[in-house]
């Protein structure tokens, strides 16, 4: 398997990537404006399955096992196009799997296999992704045959896992239900390097501290899912490359044992592959004329297959049974010494200073040819580093210890960005439920609603109380790898009883308000949060003239402290909210794109963020209590005239200081309210502008509500996953 063997100095397949800038857009022409398509990205016309499909229904009506046996055939099915070293692609579909899950990263959830994104650009076409299209290409008569009831998303995800147990490890299960999207991701910030592999000094302030690499990221250079396997920049020092591995798997959410595992159980199956010169390859898939069928880095020049074929540029397997789940990996890293060497395409690796040619793994074509392994500086850095020996000391000294420990991180890896159990489809989910899983018991149903409404009714809270409660128990929700959200209560649990953004002081009243009507009513506290809100919201209509009714379903349960990863929850702390027009600091980075962010990760729409917001103003629900946006006499109220005000011309808007404005009245110079760029925003923004005026018209007030409603139910109940 090639894992990250990406190679800097070498003629290796990443010096013919393609430049990452697009060509220009509308968007190229204004590089300032508020770029909304975040919010608009895999809208159903770009969907061929029609509005009726349901991946998730048809999953179920899958023959797992037929599909699973079809899978083990296929990984030792060679075929001439691609053919398998050694007779066998256990190594090319955990390499594809991997890669597919590795992108994922802890700080915003972005990246993973959870869509099949390998699929398209620019992933498709990463220097380290070379000839995973290989992969894909292999698995498509699977894919044909089984059709809608397997994405492709499951499809790779299964194939690596499938791969492990045709090597002989006992794997710790598998769970389907991941939906295909149609189109490259908007949202993902890759970096904003405009080359391949641009040295890592680009995305630190100080490549010689790992932990000051730019956030959300997590792999080192543009284009490699983790850290240059020739070390750091290429250049190749074990004991800085282990610096950047330990930073790089903290931010995919893995702690030192299952970075170990990972790497030593990654390359326990495969090779790598640098047998030949990378100048004779065709460009990568997005770069590649017709002729190539879609798929990239072919062999123009010889034969390019087999044991002459080029990937990352370092030659030869870690093992001397590379087909095999056993110990080898440990047995060649630590029973040899090891010099550098480089490939015949020119990358630094690893190989042993002496070796019997018996441990030697044989040629992937010819049986009676022994070949020399090789290490990488990533496996070499599990040697060098102190901490990392330790643990795989610990390893090699219980074998069944190490293939239970990378079973689970394997586990971990393919399913991190799926959500919480609920999601899991099929018959081989683990009925053990890990932490990182964000587990959440069943809440109650049975208990009154309306008895419980009225008890918060009386209790004395504000309506802005109720409503920004709720509200910050709920955003945290993040589509991108469905953690976060209402269900289970966590806004009382560390870490987030303490954010600044959920104000502490103000939630710990409410909530010793909360708590006692939840524990009196047998409603979860999580229920009664949401529904606070809720009956916030219906006061705001209520004195708007509006006689609405929020809908509510019950159900959440309460996490407790042992049920929650609180170091896996800092990344979902919210350092702004354009809901509440709050930033916990300045940033580099502008308010509204913050809001646009927190937006996308809700899963909202540009609509459903501008009616959120002007209602939140309305109904004075600012963080700190702060009245920037809110441009009405009748705080409370939910009615539409934060977009009246905003959208009048009789106002001008001034700027003060601190990104802070005045709404003043252009005939007398009067200040009539302030605000600020996330209030001001959508009434420039084209985009918004036009948003906010339908919502300035005297005849959609009635709109505007059921618009709210909508919205904020949509948001309350984004984690219910029991209800989908």
């Given at each position: 398997?090639?894992?990250?063997?990406?190679?800097?100095?070498?003629?290796?397949?990443?010096?013919?990537?393609?430049?990452?800038?697009?060509?220009?857009?509308?968007?190229?022409?204004?590089?300032?404006?508020?770029?909304?398509?975040?919010?608009?990205?895999?809208?159903?016309?770009?969907?061929?399955?029609?509005?009726?499909?349901?991946?998730?229904?048809?999953?179920?009506?899958?023959?797992?096992?037929?599909?699973?046996?079809?899978?083990?055939?296929?990984?030792?099915?060679?075929?001439?196009?691609?053919?398998?070293?050694?007779?066998?692609?256990?190594?090319?579909?955990?390499?594809?799997?991997?890669?597919?899950?590795?992108?994922?990263?802890?700080?915003?959830?972005?990246?993973?296999?959870?869509?099949?994104?390998?699929?398209?650009?620019?992933?498709?076409?990463?220097?380290?992704?070379?000839?995973?299209?290989?992969?894909?290409?292999?698995?498509?008569?699977?894919?044909?045959?089984?059709?809608?009831?397997?994405?492709?998303?499951?499809?790779?995800?299964?194939?690596?896992?499938?791969?492990?147990?045709?090597?002989?490890?006992?794997?710790?299960?598998?769970?389907?239900?991941?939906?295909?999207?149609?189109?490259?991701?908007?949202?993902?910030?890759?970096?904003?390097?405009?080359?391949?592999?641009?040295?890592?000094?680009?995305?630190?302030?100080?490549?010689?501290?790992?932990?000051?690499?730019?956030?959300?990221?997590?792999?080192?250079?543009?284009?490699?899912?983790?850290?240059?396997?020739?070390?750091?920049?290429?250049?190749?020092?074990?004991?800085?490359?282990?610096?950047?591995?330990?930073?790089?798997?903290?931010?995919?959410?893995?702690?030192?044992?299952?970075?170990?595992?990972?790497?030593?159980?990654?390359?326990?199956?495969?090779?790598?592959?640098?047998?030949?010169?990378?100048?004779?390859?065709?460009?990568?898939?997005?770069?590649?004329?017709?002729?190539?069928?879609?798929?990239?880095?072919?062999?123009?020049?010889?034969?390019?297959?087999?044991?002459?074929?080029?990937?990352?540029?370092?030659?030869?397997?870690?093992?001397?049974?590379?087909?095999?789940?056993?110990?080898?990996?440990?047995?060649?890293?630590?029973?040899?010494?090891?010099?550098?060497?480089?490939?015949?395409?020119?990358?630094?690796?690893?190989?042993?200073?002496?070796?019997?040619?018996?441990?030697?793994?044989?040629?992937?074509?010819?049986?009676?040819?022994?070949?020399?392994?090789?290490?990488?500086?990533?496996?070499?850095?599990?040697?060098?580093?102190?901490?990392?020996?330790?643990?795989?000391?610990?390893?090699?000294?219980?074998?069944?210890?190490?293939?239970?420990?990378?079973?689970?991180?394997?586990?971990?890896?393919?399913?991190?960005?799926?959500?919480?159990?609920?999601?899991?489809?099929?018959?081989?989910?683990?009925?053990?439920?890990?932490?990182?899983?964000?587990?959440?018991?069943?809440?109650?149903?049975?208990?009154?609603?309306?008895?419980?409404?009225?008890?918060?009714?009386?209790?004395?809270?504000?309506?802005?109380?109720?409503?920004?409660?709720?509200?910050?128990?709920?955003?945290?929700?993040?589509?991108?790898?469905?953690?976060?959200?209402?269900n289970g209560a966590r806004i009382r649990l560390a870490p987030q009883k303490d954010w600044a953004g959920n104000e502490p002081d103000r939630l710990a009243r409410v909530l010793s308000v909360l708590e006692p009507i939840a524990a009196q009513s047998g409603a979860s506290i999580a229920d009664v949060i949401v529904l606070?809100?809720?009956?916030?919201?219906?006061?705001?209509?209520?004195?708007?003239?509006?006689?609405?009714?929020?809908?509510?379903?019950?159900?959440?349960?309460?996490?407790?402290?042992?049920?929650?990863?609180?170091?896996?929850?800092?990344?979902?702390?919210?350092?702004?909210?354009?809901?509440?027009?709050?930033?916990?600091?300045?940033?580099?980075?502008?308010?509204?794109?913050?809001?646009?962010?927190?937006?996308?990760?809700?899963?909202?729409?540009?609509?459903?963020?501008?009616?959120?917001?002007?209602?939140?103003?309305?109904?004075?629900?600012?963080?700190?209590?702060?009245?920037?946006?809110?441009?009405?006499?009748?705080?409370?109220?939910?009615?539409?005239?934060?977009?009246?005000?905003?959208?009048?011309?009789?106002?001008?808007?001034?700027?003060?200081?601190?990104?802070?404005?005045?709404?003043?009245?252009?005939?007398?110079?009067?200040?009539?309210?302030?605000?600020?760029?996330?209030?001001?925003?959508?009434?420039?923004?084209?985009?918004?502008?036009?948003?906010?005026?339908?919502?300035?018209?005297?005849?959609?007030?009635?709109?505007?509500?059921?618009?709210?409603?909508?919205?904020?139910?949509?948001?309350?109940?984004?984690?219910?996953?029991?209800?989908?």
């Amino acid at each position: 398997m090639d894992g990250n063997d990406i190679d800097t100095s070498g003629k290796c397949p990443i010096l013919h990537g393609s430049n990452t800038e697009s060509s220009k857009s509308v968007m190229d022409w204004w590089p300032n404006a508020l770029n909304l398509d975040i919010l608009h990205q895999h809208d159903t016309k770009t969907n061929p399955m029609g509005p009726d499909f349901n991946y998730r229904e048809e999953v179920k009506a899958l023959d797992v096992e037929a599909l699973k046996a079809d899978l083990r055939a296929l990984m030792t099915e060679s075929q001439d196009w691609w053919p398998a070293d050694w007779g066998s692609y256990v190594g090319m579909f955990a390499r594809v799997a991997w890669h597919a899950a590795g992108s994922y990263r802890l700080a915003d959830g972005r990246g993973g296999g959870g869509t099949g994104n390998q699929r398209f650009a620019p992933l498709n076409s990463w220097p380290d992704n070379v000839n995973t299209d290989k992969g894909r290409r292999l698995l498509w008569p699977i894919k044909k045959k089984y059709g809608n009831k397997i994405s492709w998303a499951d499809l790779i995800i299964l194939s690596g896992t499938v791969a492990y147990e045709v090597a002989g490890l006992k794997t710790f299960g598998f769970a389907f239900g991941r939906e295909d999207i149609w189109h490259p991701e908007n949202d993902v910030y890759w970096g904003a390097e405009k080359e391949w592999l641009a040295p890592s000094d680009s995305r630190y302030g100080n490549v010689e501290d790992p932990a000051t690499m730019e956030n959300p990221l997590a792999a080192v250079q543009m284009g490699l899912i983790y850290v240059n396997p020739e070390g750091v920049n290429g250049q190749p020092d074990p004991a800085k490359t282990a610096e950047q591995i330990r930073e790089t798997f903290k931010r995919m959410a893995m702690n030192d044992e299952e970075t170990a595992a990972l790497t030593a159980g990654g390359h326990t199956i495969g090779k790598s592959h640098g047998n030949g010169s990378a100048d004779n390859l065709s460009p990568d898939p997005e770069s590649a004329g017709p002729e190539f069928q879609g798929v990239g880095w072919m062999n123009t020049k010889g034969r390019g297959i087999g044991r002459d074929t080029v990937v990352s540029g370092i030659e030869g397997a870690w093992t001397a049974n590379p087909t095999q789940w056993d110990m080898g990996w440990f047995d060649m890293l630590f029973g040899h010494e090891w010099e550098l060497k480089k490939s015949p395409a020119g990358a630094w690796q690893w190989e042993p200073v002496e070796i019997d040619e018996a441990d030697m793994p044989v040629d992937v074509e010819d049986p009676s040819i022994r070949c020399m392994p090789m290490m990488t500086d990533a496996d070499m850095a599990m040697k060098v580093d102190p901490i990392y020996n330790e643990i795989c000391q610990k390893f090699r000294a219980d074998p069944d210890y190490f293939s239970d420990t990378f079973a689970r991180a394997w586990f971990k890896l393919t399913h991190r960005d799926m959500g919480p159990k609920a999601r899991y489809i099929g018959p081989d989910v683990p009925q053990e439920e890990l932490v990182w899983m964000d587990p959440v018991p069943a809440g109650s149903t049975d208990y009154n609603v309306n008895a419980v409404k009225a008890k918060i009714a009386e209790s004395g809270l504000s309506l802005s109380e109720l409503v920004s409660t709720a509200w910050d128990s709920a955003r945290t929700y993040r589509g991108s790898d469905m953690r976060g959200g209402a269900n289970g209560a966590r806004i009382r649990l560390a870490p987030q009883k303490d954010w600044a953004g959920n104000e502490p002081d103000r939630l710990a009243r409410v909530l010793s308000v909360l708590e006692p009507i939840a524990a009196q009513s047998g409603a979860s506290i999580a229920d009664v949060i949401v529904l606070a809100g809720n009956l916030g919201v219906e006061q705001a209509a209520k004195a708007a003239g509006h006689d609405i009714s929020v809908p509510f379903a019950p159900g959440r349960g309460d996490a407790t402290d042992e049920m929650t990863d609180a170091e896996s929850f800092e990344p979902l702390e919210p350092l702004a909210d354009g809901y509440r027009n709050w930033e916990k600091s300045d940033y580099v980075v502008s308010p509204e794109e913050l809001m646009l962010d927190r937006t996308q990760l809700l899963g909202l729409t540009a609509k459903e963020m501008t009616v959120l917001v002007g209602g939140m103003r309305a109904m004075d629900t600012n963080h700190g209590g702060t009245k920037h946006g809110v441009f009405t006499n009748r705080p409370g109220a939910l009615t539409t005239d934060f977009f009246e005000n905003l959208t009048d011309m009789a106002y001008q808007w001034v700027p003060v200081d601190d990104g802070i404005y005045e709404i003043r009245d252009r005939k007398t110079g009067a200040v009539r309210w302030t605000a600020t760029r996330m209030d001001l925003v959508f009434g420039s923004n084209s985009i918004l502008r036009s948003y906010a005026e339908v919502y300035a018209q005297d005849d959609n007030q009635s709109k505007f509500v059921k618009d709210f409603v909508a919205a904020w139910t949509k948001v309350m109940n984004a984690d219910r996953f029991d209800l989908s």
